[in-house]
């Protein structure tokens, strides 16, 4: 999450080209949403098994990461609003995910945010679907969490590989089954898709060319030295970290 800052940062200043990165985490970790309260989070549970706790430099709601891909693209918003941007990232996603075997589409339907934001599912990303947000046979297989910094817009977003992402209510402070279940019918992965293992490195690779083929670009390099700045600088920027 912190490298993810930086780069936002970089792009801000013109040292750094639009950028898509692709990673996993370890150990697994929720990530919250940059103003979303921990206070639902059972922290002691969440140290036993060896989940860390971060805060997202974007908003939205926690994210359980275990068995997935975090995506992050960094651009400049160049006038376009920010619910443009969002559809077209998921159109380059949807391509990728095509690509894999997925039957994969962009809600056209915003869902009734504001009752499931107050009801005892609220906590989670994944349960609720919003307009330009992917999914498969009306049940989300990808969230995204978006912030402009200036000029420049950071999304970030989880796509569910394996179906450990529904374990995320076993780490509140009060747990019941039904929330649990919630995420069951609300929810997808890759591998119940297509009824097969999915490794990371296959996703990266179709996103890659959904990308490609959707915006008619080509990846190159990634510059290495941008990494060494940022050990340098990392301190700086711990307040994103909870």
């Known amino acids: ?38 206070q639902f989070l059972d922290k002691e549970k969440c140290s036993l098994m060896n989940v860390d706790i971060v805060r997202r430099p974007t908003g939205g709601r926690a994210v359980y990461h275990a068995e997935e891909m975090t995506y992050s693209i960094v651009l400049p918003s160049n006038d376009k609003t920010v619910s443009a941007i969002h559809s077209e990232i998921s159109q380059a996603l949807v391509c990728g995910l095509k690509m894999l075997g997925v039957n994969a589409s962009i809600s056209q339907h915003p869902s009734s945010a504001e009752k499931i934001y107050f009801s005892e599912h609220s906590a989670a990303c994944f349960s609720s679907v919003s307009r330009s947000e992917i999914q498969v046979n009306g049940k989300k297989i990808v969230g995204s969490a978006q912030r402009k910094f200036g000029d420049v817009i950071l999304q970030h977003g989880s796509i569910m590989i394996g179906s450990e992402h529904k374990s995320l209510p076993k780490f509140y402070r009060e747990v019941n089954e039904h929330q ?57 920027i711990a307040e994103v970290l909870v």
């Not at 997808?188 to 490609?212: H, I, P, Y």
């Open 180 to 236: 649990i279940q919630y995420l069951e019918e609300t929810t997808t992965e890759l591998e119940t898709e297509l009824r097969r293992t999915v490794s990371f490195e296959e996703v990266a690779e179709v996103l890659q060319k959904g990308f490609e083929k959707q915006w008619e670009v080509e990846f190159v390099e990634f510059p290495l030295e941008i990494v060494d700045e940022f050990s340098i600088e990392e301190n700086t």
């Open 1 to 38: 999450m912190a490298f993810d800052t930086f780069l936002t940062r970089e792009c801000e200043k013109g040292t750094l080209q639009p950028t898509l990165r692709l990673y996993q985490w370890k150990p697994y970790a929720i990530s919250l949403g940059y103003s979303q309260s921990e």
